[in-house]
């Protein structure tokens, strides 16, 4: 049987950028992938912190050409209370950058095979079980018929956006039975690098800055979602917003992309030599653009611990202590992703006015705000 000494389950950009990471500090890893760089575009557009474009740029992964300046971002809901957060306000010279998913995988997908530390394998992984000294993956290959096959591994990093559930571990999870539409805006005002959190009556909304022109994202229950599936329909409806009056004229430029919404947490992270990161780890509302930025975070916290593990056989409860190390961080974004995605979908007047005074009381403490906005920048 196959053994390899670490397993990386999952090449999208947490699962990469641990690979990278890892063979940075000399380690060999086997990277496993349904699809690996073969995969369709989605629309999605990221927004990076400033700490996390810093984290891939330092890998020497190229992303400069694909990325735009978020300099500013302005929270607003319908009704009173606006806040604006500024990069020099947090003394950086940009609040982050956007980039599209697919140049981000493909920039680092490029990088890696710079590295013969790293050994690709397509294979689309169906159960991964451990015991106290090794991990056995169960897994099949698309272009065979072949029953499964078994790979053994000293560590198993499991980095597949939680679709390969853990059995001993529970799962904190909530279902917003919201849908994320995603479509490109051209519109006549330029978008001077400022993102816009805006909280809508039909739910909450994102809008990113991205090249010419604005990425909108916008979680809306499953029932409108399917009302505003059509184009022109949804033109209509994105126009008639008083809020987007300001941006002028407004065009669609791209088809409408959907993303089911979910909160899955893992209440543990480590199970003997399974170490859950990123989306496996924790998938949250994409609200306040945070699910990438904290996975970066796993990865820097996994990787600073695996990097000095010479012999696994010697034992790996030093493993443990990620679980630990990443509590705080995890707990802090996910309860604060999840509590604005309840509170913003509450239409009630009571809740409104409970909104106002929250971003009444943020735009006016300088100190609270820039708080919370290191926090999610660098992390807790
Ligand atoms: C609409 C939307 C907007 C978002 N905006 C932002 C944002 O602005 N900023 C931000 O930080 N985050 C954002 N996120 C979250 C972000 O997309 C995720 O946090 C991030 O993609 C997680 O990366 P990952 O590598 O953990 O998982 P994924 O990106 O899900 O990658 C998982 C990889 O594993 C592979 N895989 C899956 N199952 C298997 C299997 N069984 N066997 C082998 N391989 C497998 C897949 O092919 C894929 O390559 C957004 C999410 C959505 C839905």
Redesign the pocket.
Known sequence: MQHETIVI????????VTALTLAKANKRVTL????LDS?NPDG??????YA?YIQIENLGVIVGDFVTAIDKVHISHNGLGISNINARDVNLAHLGY?IK?IDL?KALYKKIREYPQIKLQK????DVLTNDSYATIS?SQSDANNPDKLLTADLVIL??????KQKNTKYKMHDYAQQ?I?VKLKTHKPHDNIAYERFELDGPM?L?PSEDNYIL?WALSNRLVQDLSNKDILLTKIVDLAFMKRFGTIELVSDI?I?P?KLQVAQNRVLNRVVL????SQ??H?IS???????LRDVRDLCEIVMHIDDFSLGVDIINTYNHKRRLDVGFVSNFTHVLAKFLDHQSPLMSLTRSLGLITLSNCKYLQNKLSRSLIFGV
């Open positions: 389950v999952g090449g999208g950009p947490v699962g990469l496993l992938d349904s699809k995969f999605r557009v990221l927004a990076l912190s996390s956007t998913y995988v294979a689309l992984v169906n897994y980095a597949e956006g939680g679709l390969v994320a995603v994102v990113l994202v992309s993303f919404l990161i990123g989306n496996s998938t949250v994409p653009a945070q699910g990438l930025n904290l996975g």
